[in-house]
């Protein structure tokens, strides 16, 4: 995957003011409209011209920011799949939810939620987490939303239920506030008898296709944040003395930092390959699917390494609410067990690979014959 380094650098310089408030937990507005403004919001859209190689650029640089802004699930998850469904895109932010009504195989973690209304199609989830609810014969929906990403900024949620997608305003929800161990809102979201704005025919798979995107844009935030660890340890590092010396000239320390390192570059080059992947082939293809578990496997993988070094690196003050490094290694924490765990991804590759049998394993795994 070419990096656009001009996207990277617009990216950072909107981001870099937003990362410099170190108690904030809501959505940053003024950030949310500086990306909207610059088109960072919808980079996945074909009319704009962007690709997902682009999205995966924004992701890193937000990740590595410790950005407070939905940029995943407005764009490559609710805007995918209201365009999926033929619908238009409303304005953000938004969120992407799957009922317990579509099925399919999700991640484990699934909340729930109480049924809230009658009706005759199946029901409406919440989040990653699931949900009940219902549609009624005049059209109107009752729901349990549960842990909807950055639910209490939101203008819109974007749900599959079945075979169908609708379109909810998120002003008509009751928030039950709920927050990730970044304190990044995760809320309970209810509906009562709401009118969906938009609704339209699901296309195959889309709830295959919505965990799978959901894990890459996961992986590309692991591989930023795990960056930003890093830069942030290096840089400690190199100002931090004991003994008359930078404790970066230690070789313990420096054995350290390279072993941060290899956990980032194998981080950067999983997330990478998969989204070159599934930018050639589409995520209806097994190598997708393959490529895009082996990398959030791995950024999990090394979400845990490069955490546990940064704070070793920066010893107690690494821990105090008041330095910045938390806001990076939380999130590493949270976010290498969202949209499916590094056990639930692994599993994933191992019946891949069983399933492709001796002869298929190499095209499997390099995406050649």
């Not at 219902?134 to 599959?160: F, I, K």
């Amino acid at each position: 995957m070419a990096r656009n380094t001009d996207l990277a650098d617009l990216a950072a310089s909107i981001l870099a003011a937003g990362s410099d408030d170190r108690e904030g937990t809501g959505l940053d507005t003024a950030a949310w409209k500086a990306c909207a403004g610059a088109g960072l919001t919808s980079l996945t859209d074909p009319e704009t011209g962007g690709t997902l190689d682009d999205a995966a650029v924004l992701l890193e640089v937000a990740g590595a920011a410790a950005a407070r802004l939905p940029l995943a699930e407005t764009d490559l998850l609710a805007g995918w799949l209201a365009r999926a469904a033929g619908l238009a895109v409303p304005d953000g932010p938004l969120a992407a939810v799957v009922t317990d009504a579509t099925g399919g195989d999700r991640p484990a973690g699934a909340a729930g939620g109480a049924l809230t209304g009658g009706g005759t199609h199946g029901g409406i989830g919440g989040g990653t987490d699931g949900g009940t609810g219902g549609v009624t014969g005049s059209g109107t929906v009752s729901a349990e939303l549960t842990r909807v990403p950055w639910g209490r900024s939101l203008a819109a949620v974007v749900v599959l239920d079945g075979d169908r997608v609708l379109v909810l305003e998120a002003a008509a929800a009751r928030v039950t506030e709920g927050v990730n161990l970044a304190e990044e809102p995760r809320d309970g979201l209810t509906l009562d008898a709401v009118t969906p704005t938009a609704t339209g025919t699901a296309p195959a798979d889309a709830a295959t296709e919505l965990t799978l995107r959901a894990a890459l844009a996961r992986s590309l935030l692991l591989a930023g944040a795990a960056r930003g660890a890093l830069a942030a340890s290096v840089a400690y590092a190199g100002e931090r003395t004991q003994f008359g010396r930078p404790i970066g000239r230690f070789q313990a320390v420096q054995q350290m930092l390279a072993e941060a390192g290899s956990e980032v570059a194998a981080a950067s080059a999983a997330s990478a390959a998969a989204t070159s992947t599934a930018q050639r082939a589409g995520f209806a293809a097994a190598e997708t699917a393959f490529a895009v578990a082996a990398a959030k496997a791995r950024c999990s993988e090394a979400a845990t390494a490069v955490a546990r070094i940064a704070h070793q690196v920066h010893g107690a003050i690494g821990f105090t609410r008041e330095h910045a490094l938390r806001l990076v290694t939380t999130r590493l924490w949270a976010w290498r067990d969202e949209d499916g765990t590094e056990a639930y991804w692994n599993d994933r590759v191992g019946a891949a690979a069983l399933a492709a049998g001796a002869d298929g394993l190499w095209p499997l795994v390099t995406g050649r014959p």
